[in-house]
């Protein structure tokens, strides 16, 4: 109990430090996993192959955290923001993104939204693709932007992040998501998440995972939504949770932080159409 507390202690003092909008913009930006955020990742497939990838992260929530902290609530003297942010216009300077996930990603587009009198903080994230084999290059370098698109904006002076007093950018982990620990396999007539055992078997040493291990322990797990539009009606589903719309085209799974590592299985799926 007494380290639940000492967490607690430390995770809100940080929220405090960084309760400048942009700091609290950076920490879940840069982590991509953060409690603060709920997920919705939405494949919308065309009977060529084509289609589109949208990610909406709702930040929402971070309106009832910081007033929860009461005494001052910086939220309420945020401003209202509705920016969208090419992806081409800085793409070519990330260094770890391969020349294919540079080609696939150029044409993605964020979009960052904030109505503060309407308590709502809303990122989403747009790629077209040309065949369903651009899906899996496309979410694999997606982590790989998202300090460099928060750079563009909210850059410091020097135009690099902004970052709270005493920390760097070398000091923030390597951006991680769930889907790091899965194997996604995606074709013409099927969609197919597995579990890869030997990538499961180091979450308990990934830092990053370490920290979404204790925001649930505080009773703050993120939700992720999956939806797929299909360009046909699905033959056949497979997995844990998964709805199925009453026309068939339209496949959904809902799951939380605390079922990733509890029973990771319920992220696997397979759906053919």
Do not use: W
């Not at 540079?102 to 308590?119: A, F, I, N, S, Y």
């Not at 698109?149 to 998501?177: H, I, L, V, Y």
């Not at 790091?180 to 597995?194: A, E, M, N, P, W």
């Not at 890869?196 to 180091?202: D, F, G, S």
């Amino acid at each position: 109990m007494y380290r639940l507390r000492n967490h607690y202690f430390l995770y809100t003092s940080y929220i405090k430090i960084m309760i400048n909008l942009k700091y609290l913009i950076a920490a879940c930006f840069t982590f991509f996993l953060a409690s603060c955020i709920d997920t919705t990742e939405d494949v919308n497939l065309k009977e060529d192959g084509s289609g589109v990838l949208t990610y909406t992260l709702d930040m929402s929530n971070l309106f009832s955290m910081m007033g929860q902290m009461a005494t001052d609530n910086k939220m309420d003297k945020a401003k209202d923001m509705d920016t969208v942010i090419a992806f081409s216009s800085f793409i070519d300077s990330v260094k770890d993104l391969s020349t294919q996930e540079k080609q696939l990603m150029r044409p993605g587009k964020m979009r960052l939204m904030l109505k503060v009198k309407d308590e709502k903080f809303l990122n989403t994230l747009t790629f077209p693709f040309k065949k369903t084999d651009d899906l899996k290059v496309i979410k694999q370098g997606l982590p790989k932007i998202m300090t460099e698109a928060f750079k563009k904006m909210t850059p410091n002076k020097g135009g690099e992040m902004n970052m709270p007093p005493g920390m760097s950018t070398e000091d923030m982990p390597q951006p991680k998501n769930f889907e790091d620990f899965f194997d996604l396999d995606v074709t013409s007539h099927s969609i197919t998440k597995q579990l890869n055992k030997n990538k499961y078997a180091t979450v308990n040493d990934d830092k990053s995972m370490q920290a979404i291990q204790q925001m649930n322990s505080m009773g703050a797990p993120m939700t992720l939504n999956y939806v797929f539009n299909l360009p046909r009606p699905a033959k056949t589903t497979e997995g844990k949770g998964l709805k199925l719309s009453a026309d068939k085209k339209k496949v959904s799974l809902a799951v939380t932080s605390e079922d990733f590592f509890d029973d990771p299985k319920k992220f696997e799926f397979k759906i053919e159409y």
